[in-house]
């Protein structure tokens, strides 16, 4: 499929931990990586927690990250079209994003077709059967009501709050688990799905850990990773599916 633009997925960048001299380095290893795919990309897709914290209030918007806001607007720019699915972490996002950069912005999985391959792609917290702490504490997260009455926080109070929370609620944070195969709640998750649609590629963040996982007939879960510790991200070339780590 020669001339065929790549659809390229990341997600789990963390971007502002542990703090703001190592963020700032991955943020310039991400950036290099956003030039070296503006090439032959003709999609990205960012699945969530991109941010660690991210909140917006009505005129105001966490502070830093110029560098990696400022390359996806240029990939935009380009022509290059940006999807941004909401995680765990930045499910605050509001329309800050789609207005500066032009991404289109995503709050569950959604399924798209491309080159006649059918995927389901999300951030991919809270999918699956058990983990009823997280479930609930989403739902706070969520509600229009928690969010008002968060936004009436000034924001020093608000942010430092949230990166507390971030940082020791480990229904937020998560914990890094081996990966356990068919026990995985997006496994079964997957497998639940595709018993009532085809879908041909599962790709989805959130586990922190790079890989590609058959269903046999089901199709083919893909997780991309981080670029907290792998620096992973995986392709589609038109045909097939595979993951990459950023040297």
């Not at 703090?19 to 380095?25: N, Q």
């Not at 006649?116 to 739902?139: A, E, Q, T, V």
Request: hydrophobic fraction near 40%.
């Amino acid at each position: 499929m020669t001339g065929t633009k790549k659809i390229y997925f990341a997600s789990d960048m963390h971007f502002g931990v542990p703090g703001r001299d190592d963020s700032a380095t991955r943020e310039r290893k991400f950036v290099q990586w956003l030039d070296r795919i503006a090439g032959d990309a003709g999609e990205l897709f960012l699945l969530g927690d991109v941010f660690d914290f991210w909140f917006e209030y009505k005129k105001v918007v966490p502070k830093g990250f110029v560098r990696v806001l400022g390359k996806l607007a240029e990939l935009s720019d380009r022509g290059i079209s940006l999807h941004f699915f909401t995680g765990n972490h930045d499910l605050w996002i509001r329309d800050y994003l789609t207005v500066e950069t032009g991404m289109h912005l995503y709050r569950s999985p959604q399924v798209f077709e491309r080159h006649g391959k059918r995927f389901l792609i999300g951030h991919g917290d809270g999918l699956g059967p058990g983990d009823p702490g997280y479930k609930f504490m989403k739902s706070i997260f969520v509600n229009p009501v928690a969010q008002w009455m968060f936004r009436w926080l000034h924001p020093d109070a608000g942010v430092a709050l949230a990166q507390y929370l971030s940082r020791k609620n480990k229904y937020i944070s998560g914990e890094e688990t081996p990966w356990r195969g068919e026990e995985e709640a997006i496994i079964k998750y997957c497998r639940t799905y595709a018993s009532g649609e085809r879908i041909d590629f599962f790709v989805f963040g959130h586990r922190h850990t790079p890989v590609i996982y058959p269903l046999d007939a089901q199709g083919i879960y893909v997780n991309t990773g981080d670029w907290l510790h792998a620096y992973s991200y995986a392709v589609f070339d038109g045909r097939d599916i595979s993951l990459h780590t950023w040297e």
